[in-house]
């Protein structure tokens, strides 16, 4: 197909194809004369992949770019769904040389649910906030943190069932990235509600 049908299919405009295809974001197509190019559905698939990851998870296009690039440079899948993850979830990175983040609380989710051992920006992102908590003197006990890893676990098992699924590494980031985005919010709007709800008996019960 060539460029104007691309944009038809895809509703991205011409001149945001041309800028994508500038700035390295969709590869070029194929060349069939000096001014006109041919596109396949493999450049439908990457559009409709950047443009949700734009409008629905709302990454700016450096984020696409790096994560585009890791994909197209054909990193393994664990590390491309860690990176979309931190990116998607705006995981606190800790850069190696300042060693690994570690807390009791931490430490005892990973030894009660089972969960591999091995050091993660989102393993890192957790113990930050933990010692973030405590510093302002906010309490997590011990079985606060198991009843909502119990939780969490069960809810990443159905997630990743689906992530991993794909062979294209296009519907792969969609997939884990508007995923994680969606089921994120879906997981804090639930919260919301049930917290609601029980505030709801719990003061109705005393007035």
Known sequence: MQLKELSERTGVSPASIKFYL??????????????RAEYSEKHVSRLELIQALRRVVG?????????LRMADGGVP???L??????TVLGLDEVSTA?????????DAVVRSRNWPDVPSDARNSLNAH??????????????????????VDAIAAVDISATTAPD???????????????????????????????????YEEHA
């Open 168 to 202: 294209d590494v296009n519907e792969l980031i969609m997939t884990a990235a508007v995923g994680m985005h969606l089921h994120g919010q879906l997981v804090l709007k639930l919260l919301a509600l049930a917290q609601a709800s029980h505030a709801i008996r719990r």
């Open 81 to 86: 769904l860690a990176a979309v993850q931190c």
């Open 98 to 106: 300042q060693g690994d983040l570690h807390t009791p609380g931490g």
């Open 130 to 151: 933990l010692a973030r908590m405590e510093s302002l003197g906010v309490r997590v006990p011990g079985d606060l943190l198991d009843a909502y890893s119990r939780a």
């Open 59 to 67: 990454l700016n296009l450096a984020q696409i770019r790096s994560l």
């Open 22 to 35: 500038r700035e390295g974001l969709l590869p070029a197509g194929r060349s069939v004369h000096a001014t």
């Open 77 to 79: 899948r664990l590390e």
